[in-house]
């Protein structure tokens, strides 16, 4: 069974930078990208960021690019976000997610079968 765990959300100030991470068990996590997803209140949840099984690629949502760095450590089965230069706007519950199988690549929620349970970022303007 995949299990996602993501920490490294809180409160932060508008312009500041948040590291998460989201550990994953339960996968051969070498073979398996991996995404970023966020949902803020009353909007659906949206891409963010993805990273190929070997860290090769990554793709940005245009609202992040040049502000969130995707990466991971598969020796650690690790995958950070890297946020910065912070906006009110990104504030979100951010979610983890693992593609339904391995070598596959994606952008909208049903492409991913395996989510963590959410790390809540909070950026005050």
């Known amino acids: 069974q995949v299990q996602l765990v993501e920490s490294g959300g809180g409160l932060v100030q508008a312009g500041g930078s948040l590291r998460l991470s989201c550990a994953a068990s339960?996968?051969?996590?070498?073979?398996?990208?991996m995404g970023w997803f966020r949902q803020a209140p009353g909007k659906e949840r949206e891409f963010v960021a993805d990273?190929?099984?070997?860290?090769?690629?990554?793709d940005y949502a245009d609202s992040v690019k040049g502000r969130f760095t995707i990466s991971r450590d598969n020796a650690k089965r690790t995958v950070y976000l890297q946020m910065d230069s912070l906006k009110h706007e990104d504030t979100a519950v951010y979610y983890c997610?693992?593609?339904?199988?391995?070598?596959?690549?994606?952008?909208?929620?049903?492409?991913?079968?395996?989510w963590g349970q959410g790390t809540q970022v909070t950026v005050s303007s």
């Open positions: 997610a693992a593609p339904r199988r391995p070598y596959l690549r994606g952008y909208s929620t049903s492409d991913f079968a395996s």
């Open positions: 990273i190929s099984w070997s860290g090769g690629r990554t």
């Open positions: 339960g996968l051969t996590f070498t073979t398996y990208s």
